[in-house]
């Protein structure tokens, strides 16, 4: 009879002292991934952060490119009671455009008062 020899994959009992070893490299295997999945979730999130921010930039630049404008910090000045008592108007100091009119505040009464003090204090 003639004689062949393969090699199959078939169930084996491990020995114990085996098992503990597979566990010991189990473990660490299991917490090396635990590292890996946190810092893949890491990177993806600055991706994603960067890619939001990317998008706003290029939004808001569209947009600008699209309507001649942007917002932008201008310097202004309050003129109090204009243009009638009880009112302040905001006007831009660049091109002395008129911004807003608004009825003034017990602030604002306050510090027109404290400003007439220290002026009459310095004569």
């Known amino acids: 009879m003639a004689k062949r020899n393969v090699s199959r994959l078939l169930p084996v009992k491990v020995e114990d002292s085996e098992r503990l070893e597979i566990g010991i490299t189990l473990s660490e295997l299991i917490a090396k991934r ?3 999945e946190a810092e893949a979730k890491e990177v ?4 994603k952060d960067d890619l939001t921010y990317m ?3 290029i939004n808001h630049m569209a947009q600008v490119v699209e309507t001649g404008v942007e917002n932008r910090e201008v310097k202004c000045h ?3 009671h204009t243009p009638d008592r009880g009112n302040k108007s905001l006007y831009r100091d660049d091109t002395d455009e008129l911004v ?3 009825d003034m505040v017990e602030a604002d009464y306050q510090m027109l008062a404290d400003e007439q003090q220290l002026q009459l ?3």
């Open 55 to 57: 998008r706003t930039q």
């Open 78 to 80: 309050w003129l109090y």
């Open 121 to 123: 204090s310095l004569v």
């Open 34 to 36: 635990e590292g890996v």
């Open 100 to 102: 807003e009119i608004k």
């Open 44 to 47: 993806a999130q600055r991706f």
